[in-house]
């Protein structure tokens, strides 16, 4: 861990996105919780909250912290915590690279170019990235591969999630994850099925069942069902408050001022046995 990530033994931390819903959640923990200090906000260039004071972002007085693009950024932000959006997210693994500053990728709807750059930025600063921040739905990502390895290909697996109206990626990075789990647990190559109409036969047992719904004000809910002859077993996640995903966020940050150059998950956060 560097010097130049603390202050008076607080942690550093800057919010790229951070005028975004989640950036201005993640912003109130900081300035709720004494050991943290805010460094830098950043956003994306044009953006109309540009040169605003941060703490009027998250409700909070004058913290003396100008809202600035990342273009306009200095080298002394500390970890970088990225709750933007993919193209948001590519600029700052790239200062962050530059900066040589630790960073934490919570943007979901990443392309597969951007998880190799985070691999290749990795072996240079230390990185978590992990689609949801939540601890308690990490947890439940360790159950589900456990229960798909324990209870194997008799039971049936299927996904649903459901999320605020206004999200934009489908399904959530977090329902792509559980799958992922599910399959790693299985050791073999269900295929995502989103959705079924028409008459579509029988279920294929190689079918993983990934279903997205999306209305109202939701945060964010996650059921995995493993349904098998006779009984079924869900392991289900419900997020009630964004500040869930904030604190997840910023008690990665501070994992993460201390992990060598990798590429990590929250399972490594949490010292999560395997599987």
């Known amino acids: 861990m560097s010097a130049a990530d603390r202050r008076d033994d607080k942690i550093l931390i ?26 830098a906000a950043f956003e994306r260039q044009g953006h109309p909250e540009l040169g605003k004071d941060a703490g009027f972002l998250a409700g ?14 200095d080298r002394n932000v500390g970890v ?18 530059s900066a040589r500053k630790p960073a934490v990728i919570c943007t979901t709807g990443l392309a597969a170019d951007h998880e190799k750059s985070m691999m290749t930025a990795s072996k240079k600063i230390p990185i978590v990235y992990a689609p ?36 934009k990626d ?4 977090s329902a792509r994850a559980l799958a992922d789990a599910v399959r790693r647990g299985r050791g073999d190559k ?9 008459v579509p036969g029988a279920r294929d047992p190689q079918e993983l069942g990934v279903l997205s719904v999306r209305g109202g004000d939701v945060v964010g809910d996650h059921t995995v069902h493993f349904l098998g002859a006779g009984e079924r077993v869900e392991l289900t996640h419900r997020a009630t408050t964004r500040d869930t995903f904030a604190l997840g966020a ?10 060598p150059p990798g590429l990590y998950g929250m399972h490594d956060v949490l010292g999560l046995p395997s599987a």
């Not at 915590?81 to 200062?95: M, N, Q």
């Open 80 to 97: 970088i915590i990225d709750f933007s959006s993919p193209e948001g997210s590519t600029a700052c693994l790239a200062y962050a690279k």
């Open 190 to 198: 269900l295929a995502d099925v989103h959705g079924r109409q028409g």
């Open 14 to 39: 800057a919010v790229n996105g951070a005028a975004g819903k989640m950036g201005r959640r993640i912003l109130a923990q900081i300035f709720e919780n004494p050991k943290y200090v805010l460094a």
């Open 60 to 73: 909070a007085r004058k913290c003396g912290v100008t809202l600035k693009s990342l273009e306009a950024a």
């Open 250 to 259: 910023l008690r990665a940050a501070e994992w993460v001022i201390s992990a």
């Open 170 to 173: 489908a399904p959530s990075g």
């Open 132 to 167: 949801n921040m939540s601890l308690g739905l990490n947890v439940i990502l360790h159950f589900a591969e456990a229960a798909a390895r324990w209870l194997g290909p008799d039971y049936d697996v299927e996904i649903v999630e459901v999320h605020h109206r206004q999200k």
